[in-house]
C-alpha cells in the first residue's frame, strides 16, 4: 500500500512539465525578445525587522546595443519613478523632489541579465551563470507553473543575491512571478500581470524628463 507522501508526491510530479521542456521555451522566446511592457506587484521583505512593504507599479523594457534600458512607475503606497539607461540608474521622488543618481557601470552585465531574467535571457545564458534546478510544480492565481531555482555561480553575483526562482506557466515561456533572495535574508517578490512581450511602444514609452526644480543627490559619493 502506497503511503500518503508517496501518492502526494506523485500527483505533484505527475503533472510536472519536464524542466528541458520549459529551458527550451524560454531558449525560444529570449531569441526573439526585444521589449517587454507588464503590471507589477513588488513585496520587499527585510529579515531584521521581519517586515515587509508592497508597491505596485508598471514596467517597461527594451533591450538596445547600449545595454538594458527601461522605466519602472511605482503608484502605490507613494508614488517614485526609476529610469535605466545603461550604466545609469535614477530612482525620482517626486514628493520629495529629488532623484538619486547611481553609476551601475561596475555591475552593468548583472544588471542586465537579473532585468531580462525569464523574458531576454537564453538558456544557455541561463546554464552559464546559474546552477538550475526543478522547484516542482506550484499554482500561483489558480494556474499550474514550474517553479525554477536559479544559484548563482559567480562570487561576484553570489554578494548580491543568494537564489533566484522563476514560476513560468504551463505551456508558456515567461515568469508570472520572480523571487531575488539576498545574503541578508531579505527578498524582493514580484509577481507580472497583462504581460506584452515585443508590444510596438513608441519612444515616448522611454523618454523621461525631470522637473527642472528636483535636486540631484549621488548616494555613492
Known sequence: MKSALTIL????????????DV??????????????SAGMKRVQFTAVLSESSEMDGVVRLRRTKAGTQGIVEFQQPEKRTVFINGKQVQIYYPKAKNVEI????KYTSNMDQILLLGFGTSAAELKKSYDIKD??????????TTRIELTPRSDEMKKLITKIEL???????NPVR????????????????????????????????????????????
Open 9 to 20: 508526491m506523485f500527483a505533484v510530479l505527475a503533472g510536472a512539465e519536464p524542466l528541458p
Open 23 to 36: 529551458l527550451a521555451r524560454m531558449d525560444r522566446a529570449a531569441a526573439e525578445f526585444h521589449s517587454l
Open 102 to 105: 547611481y553609476d551601475t557601470s
Open 135 to 144: 522547484g516542482g510544480v506550484q499554482k500561483i492565481n489558480g494556474a499550474d
Open 167 to 173: 514560476w513560468i506557466p504551463e505551456g508558456q515561456s
Open 178 to 221: 520572480a523571487k531575488f533572495s539576498e545574503p541578508s535574508k531579505n527578498y524582493e517578490l514580484v509577481d507580472y500581470t497583462d504581460i506584452k512581450v515585443n508590444p510596438a511602444l513608441p519612444e515616448s514609452a522611454f523618454a523621461w524628463k525631470l522637473p527642472g526644480n528636483v535636486k540631484k543627490i549621488y548616494p555613492q559619493k
